[in-house]
Nanobody, 124 residues
Framework: VQLQASGGGLVQAGGSLRLSCAAS????????LGWFRRAPGKERMFVAA????????SYADSVKGRFTISRDNAKNTVYLQMSSLKPEDTAVYYC??????????????????WGQGTQVTVSS
């Protein structure tokens, strides 16, 4: 599967953005999906994940209550709705796909395919 992330940009603290990740192929619903981010000078970190059906989700503690992951299997797209953004949310955001069973790993090696990343910058 090939993944293409989009929707990043510059936003003020307290604002919102919605990231999208479109996937190629007809097997999109076979994959669990996740979002990761890499802040400047830091490693790529887990943000959120969602199961194949969309029935279960998980979040990093730092984004719980502010971010929502969802997917539309008819459109081969996964979303990350980000609200109440903070300057510390500034990072390159990556979508990823896994064939593993739930619960998915919170770590990079637990995912099989990656998108190219989209920059999110939150100004104070």
């Amino acid at each position: 599967v090939q993944l293409q992330a989009s929707g990043g940009g510059l936003v003020q603290a307290g604002g919102s953005l919605r990231l999208s990740c479109a996937a190629s192929g007809r097997t999109f619903r076979r994959y669990g999906l996740g979002w990761f981010r890499r802040a400047p000078g830091k490693e790529r970190m887990f943000v959120a994940a969602i199961t194949r059906s969309g029935g279960s989700t998980s979040y990093a503690d730092s984004v719980k209550g502010r971010f929502t992951i969802s997917r539309d299997n008819a459109k081969n797209t996964v979303y990350l709705q980000m609200s109440s953004l903070k300057p510390e949310d500034t990072a390159v955001y990556y979508c990823a796909a896994t064939l593993n069973d739930w619960p998915y790993s919170d770590y990079v090696p637990g995912y099989d395919y990656w998108g190219q990343g989209t920059q999110v910058t939150v100004s104070s």
